[in-house]
């Protein structure tokens, strides 16, 4: 796929829309591209749309998208807000898997360009994967989320070079496990860290 004349986030979304080589459109209402502010320093990658997210076409507004605005507002991000200091979101896939299920690696394959092109328009400062799927699809690896999170990776981005990227729990999960909030909190508080930290000359 070669999306080289693409130069914008409004020309993506449409390519993306155009798109037919995800079976996943086939089930589900509208794209849900993305979320935030396009000029944020963090983007966060999710796994997939849910079934609030495919009604809705922005991504994490059901009960997981509340916890992540809770864990965003936490370090003192907030995706209503514009500029730098806001921050940017989407997936791994752009459609609702039927059923809520796992997004097929065929599926996060066939949307992985669009994925790339996107960092590279967006030109984040770091990324935040959520999730072992988004972790497993993003960075390639078969590894658990335990031997990578509570440290920076450093991500290759087309255009930009290595960006930091950090790995954390889902929010879907932190639901499910309560006790693990003090951990997904640590790893918050390590995008604070860094947010705070001297920007580099031209940056």
Known sequence: ?????????????????????CALKRFATQVVFSDGSPDARVVVIGEAPGAQEDVVGKPFVGRSGKLLDKLLAGIGL??????????YITNTVFWRPEDNRTPTPAEIASC?????????????????????????????TKEPMSALRRRWLAFDVPGVGAVPLLATFHPAY????????GEAQGDWAMVKAKLGEPRKKGA
Do not use: C, W, Y
């Open 78 to 87: 907030d995706r209503s807000r514009e500029g730098k200091d806001g921050v």
């Open 112 to 140: 992985r360009p669009f994925l790339f092109k996107h960092l590279e328009l967006l030109r984040p400062e770091m990324i935040v994967l959520v999730g072992g799927t988004a972790v497993k699809s993003v960075l390639q």
């Open 174 to 181: 932190l639901l499910r496990n309560p006790p693990a909030m």
């Open 1 to 21: 796929m070669n999306l080289d004349h693409v130069t914008t986030l409004e020309q993506l979304r449409a390519e993306v829309e155009a798109f037919e080589g």
